[in-house]
């Protein structure tokens, strides 16, 4: 039933790791996003993809990558962790300019 | 660039007070509006949405105008109730595929 899941939904690991976050959504949208939210609960988008392809990269860190295997699914990676990495990770999707984004729960990354 | 600005929270009401939160926005041409509603621990869900200037937006008892000339588009409850409380974020989606949220405002509803 779930329309936007994301997994895990909590990540605690230590500075330096690699870590991965999946997401998929069963809505059969066209375009996914992943958001960053911190502590202050300011959202700021990520990336997004259309149909498999990388259309929006906002001035992440190169540690972010972005995969996606289906437009169904859009995970991300991140390598070499640190302490302001952590925050709330959403992943989301839309049908259309005009439509509204369907968000996950998200994940909390902390960074020990 | 484009940008959305809110008001500061948290917004402190008591039920079936009257709620504004003001938003108002920069973009160029003719932006999508939306309010999205988090939940404590939750994602975010969209609550309303307008797309062309005039036009009004309405869901659970919130409502939002998409005012061109003052570039506002401002949150409006005429009875809150406890089960409000939550964090309101106003976005503008520019057209090409992302959205702009502004920064999100507490709002603490007590009985």
């Known amino acids: 039933d779930t329309a936007v899941s994301q997994t895990p939904k909590y990540l605690v690991t230590q500075m330096g790791n690699d870590k991965s976050i999946k997401c998929e959504q069963n809505l059969g949208h066209d375009t996914m996003y992943w958001y960053k939210q911190d502590s202050k609960k300011f959202l700021k988008i990520m990336f997004s993809?259309?149909?498999?392809?990388?259309?929006i990269n906002e001035t992440v860190p190169n540690r972010f990558s972005p995969k996606s295997p289906d437009k169904a699914h859009l995970n991300l990676h991140i390598n070499s962790l640190e302490l302001g990495d952590s925050a709330v990770y959403f992943c989301?999707?839309?049908?259309?300019?005009?439509?509204?984004?369907?968000f996950g729960d998200g994940t909390r990354l902390s960074i020990l | 660039g484009d940008s959305v600005t809110q008001m500061e929270g948290p917004v402190t009401l008591s039920e079936e007070a009257f709620l504004t939160i003001n938003c108002t926005y920069t973009?160029?041409?003719?932006?999508?509006l939306f309010w999205y509603v988090q939940y404590p621990g939750e994602g975010l869900q969209l609550l309303l949405k307008a797309t062309k200037a005039d036009d009004k937006g309405s869901n659970k008892g919130f409502e939002a105008t998409y005012r061109k000339e003052t570039t506002s588009f401002h949150l409006e409850k005429g009875s809150v109730q406890v089960s409000d409380s939550a964090v309101y974020f106003c976005a503008l989606s520019p057209g090409f595929q992302k959205l702009v949220f502004g920064t999100g405002t507490r709002l603490l509803v007590s009985p």
């Open positions: 989301a999707s839309r049908d259309g300019a005009d439509q509204p984004q369907h």
């Open positions: 993809y259309n149909n498999k392809e990388l259309i």
């Open positions: 973009a160029t041409g003719y932006p999508s």
